[in-house]
């Protein structure tokens, strides 16, 4: 699978970053936003082989953008998560 394109949508961008640096160094092209509704649109357009999607964005949650893309690419895994400050 290295070598396949990867969607992470996620405001934060320490995380953004840290995602997208393991990934690439793992020898995956990645491209980033950090809204649902672009997450949504690049999902469409560019079809990722996979979606990472913070729950908490700007705009349309991560769970509906999820199930966005979901519907729009049924056969593409396309998963959320919620990342936590650190106390």
Known sequence: ??????LIVEDNEKNRRLVRDVLQFKGYETIETETGEEGVELARSRQ??????????????GITAS????????????????SRPRP
């Open 1 to 6: 699978m290295a070598g396949e394109l990867i």
């Open 48 to 61: 990722p082989a996979l979606v990472l999607m913070d729950i908490q964005l700007p705009g349309i949650d």
């Open 67 to 82: 199930s966005g893309c979901a519907k729009t690419r049924p056969r593409e895994p396309c998963g959320s998560w919620r």
